[in-house]
């Protein structure tokens, strides 16, 4: 969980940073139900909460590179 404010300002380095920082998950299921096949192709994942003024929090999952879309 990455928690950031909503005035926060964020530049691709940022986020390159983060992503670096994050661990491998190698043979980690991470909760997807894929058994970490998937993490090669996908890259890193992460959950981010951002926070307004009036305590708001808005979840988002951010992925590192391009993911495709999962198909319903």
Not at 8 to 13: A, F, G, Q, V
Not at 31 to 47: S, Y
Request: net charge negative.
């Amino acid at each position: 969980m990455l928690p950031v404010s909503l005035r926060e300002k964020w530049s691709l380095r940022k986020w390159a940073e983060v992503f670096d920082a994050l661990p491998e998950m190698g043979g980690d299921d991470g909760g997807d139900g894929d058994g970490g096949k998937e993490q090669g192709k996908e890259g890193k994942k992460l959950m981010m909460g951002v926070v307004s003024d009036d305590s708001t929090v808005v979840y988002y999952v951010v992925g590192e590179g391009v993911i495709k879309p999962k198909q319903n």
